[in-house]
């Protein structure tokens, strides 16, 4: 497996509050990315990095920010949390975006109350 | 923006049956292509992939798929399915630039 390791694996937060989950890969990839799995939805993407201080916004991006100061860390921060932010989250990360495989860390599980 | 469409939300079978799962893109011009799988509480994982050459894939675990450009799909198949073979599958289109765009997912459930 991808040395990709995401925490908090589990966390229950109350609305309102900011959370912020980290992002911690050993293969020295280019690119990371942070998607958001929802019943009925698949993957969505939220933000994604290619490269350091380089970040951009994917398809669901409101309420959420990124940051990647370090090749090897992409923190995802949700400013105020909803119970429309509950879901699972997964980093994934990249050698060449996507034109190469893409590797999944093991999903970060919040729920908001 | 890339759209990707997997027409089977839920498919239900037995060992030894045949799964063919479908998958239709938006865009018409070069793409590559992903069947990722997910096992039940697990992270998802690379079946295969296609970028360019024979359009008839093989990957892992006796899975292929076949990219028919003409009708903008990517449809993934098994002769003989297995009970360890109960996941839920991706299909995700890479249009040459640094994001891959998902399909909602099919659950498979094999009965054995």
């Known amino acids: 497996d991808a040395g990709i390791t995401q925490s908090p694996r589990h966390k229950v937060t109350e609305t309102g509050t900011p959370v912020t989950l980290r992002c911690h890969q050993t293969e020295n990839h280019r690119y990371m990315y942070w998607y958001r799995q929802d019943p009925g939805h698949g993957l969505r993407l939220i933000h994604y990095s290619y490269g350091v201080k380089d970040t951009d916004k994917g398809e669901v991006s409101d309420g959420y920010s990124v940051s990647r100061s370090k090749t090897e860390d992409f923190l995802l921060t949700l400013e105020s949390a909803t119970s429309s932010q509950t879901s699972v989250y997964f980093c994934a990360i990249s050698e060449q975006g996507g034109s190469t495989e893409a590797f999944f860390g093991q999903g970060t599980r919040l729920t908001v109350v | 923006a890339q759209s990707v469409s997997q027409h089977n939300h839920h498919v239900i079978l037995s060992e030894a049956a045949s799964l063919e799962l479908g998958c239709n893109y938006s865009y018409g011009g070069t793409v590559n292509l992903f069947w990722y799988v997910q096992y039940p509480g697990q992270h998802l994982q690379l079946l295969l992939k296609?970028?360019?050459?024979?359009?008839l894939v093989k990957g892992i675990k006796g899975f292929e798929a076949e990219f028919i450009k003409s009708k903008f799909s990517f449809n993934l198949r098994k002769p003989s399915v297995q009970w360890s073979d109960t996941a839920e599958y991706f299909c995700?289109?890479?249009?040459?630039?640094?994001?891959?765009?998902f399909g909602a997912g099919t659950t498979v459930t094999v009965r054995a």
């Open positions: 995700a289109v890479n249009q040459n630039d640094y994001k891959l765009s």
């Open positions: 296609y970028f360019s050459g024979d359009p």
